[in-house]
């Protein structure tokens, strides 16, 4: 039986030890036809040379252009049909491309798969699990964003069908994206966790404030589903002024991030 072919796509605007484990981590799955989209937003690895590896693929961007527009350069130079996503900090875990292939594979309706995610700090060291909702989470993306980035698997062309993603939200860019898939198939998560998320404090998302252009985007893109759903356009602005509400206290410091409210030890 032939294996699954699955594109991996990491963008980075350094190349650190971070970046180098994550390479590394996914050049080390060999049971599954694999290319390696590593896209250079802005940045020059000339210092840390890459891997002389023929499954690597570089895109080079001669300035830094933002996530979204160097995840559709990404998508756009990918030659396989399942997308997997890596941040340039975070880490594979073995097997993970195959179970996430396999699970695409048997189930045409399927757009997207994610997982549970470890977290690790800054060295490596386990933090907990970010525990995951199970099987297609379109209704509960409708509260909140329930995918981790870094662990999710998606199909080119349903990404491609929707517009990619969108270079206007500088922020939550891949929320906004399950939100728009979650309308053209299924959307799962596997409770296994596939992938080890960093937690550090260079993160951008621990920079961006909660409001602006962004943020209506997400707003009008989870009505838009919500419409799609069936659900009542009351309730969904409701759940939106709580989403808000959430933003704000978290982006002031006084709650923690879901992802570390939500880890539990093994």
Request: glycine share 6%.
């Amino acid at each position: 039986m032939t294996r699954p072919e699955v594109s991996v796509i990491i963008p980075t605007v350094r190349a650190d030890s971070h970046f180098v484990d994550a390479l590394d981590s996914v050049l080390s799955q060999n049971d599954i036809d694999l290319e390696v989209v590593v896209v250079l937003d802005g940045v020059d690895v000339r210092d840390t040379p890459l891997p002389d590896d023929p499954r690597i693929l570089v895109v080079e961007l001669p300035e830094r252009r933002g996530t979204a527009t160097a995840l559709n350069a990404g998508i756009e130079a990918a030659s396989a049909e399942f997308i997997a996503r890596l941040d340039a900090d975070d880490l594979a875990r073995a097997g993970r491309l195959h179970v996430q292939a396999d699970r695409l594979a048997s189930s045409p309706a399927t757009v997207c798969v994610a997982s549970a995610v470890d977290i690790i700090d800054g060295q490596g060291r386990h933090l907990g699990v970010l525990a995951a909702h199970r099987g297609d989470v379109s209704s509960a993306l409708l509260r909140r964003n329930v995918l981790t980035h870094s662990s999710t698997m998606y199909r080119r062309s349903a990404v491609r069908a929707v517009g990619g993603y969108d270079p206007s939200c500088v922020r939550m860019q891949d929320y906004d994206l399950w939100l728009r898939l979650a309308r053209e198939g299924r959307v799962e998560v596997l409770t296994q966790p596939l992938t080890a998320y960093r937690v550090h404090p260079g993160q951008h998302s621990r920079r961006t404030p909660p409001w602006g252009s962004s943020t209506r985007t997400i707003l009008r893109s989870r009505r838009r589903l919500a419409a799609h759903l069936g659900r009542s356009g009351l309730a969904q602005r409701l759940d939106d002024a709580l989403w808000l509400s959430a933003q704000l206290v978290r982006h002031l410091g006084l709650r923690r991030p879901h992802y570390l409210r939500g880890t539990k030890s093994r």
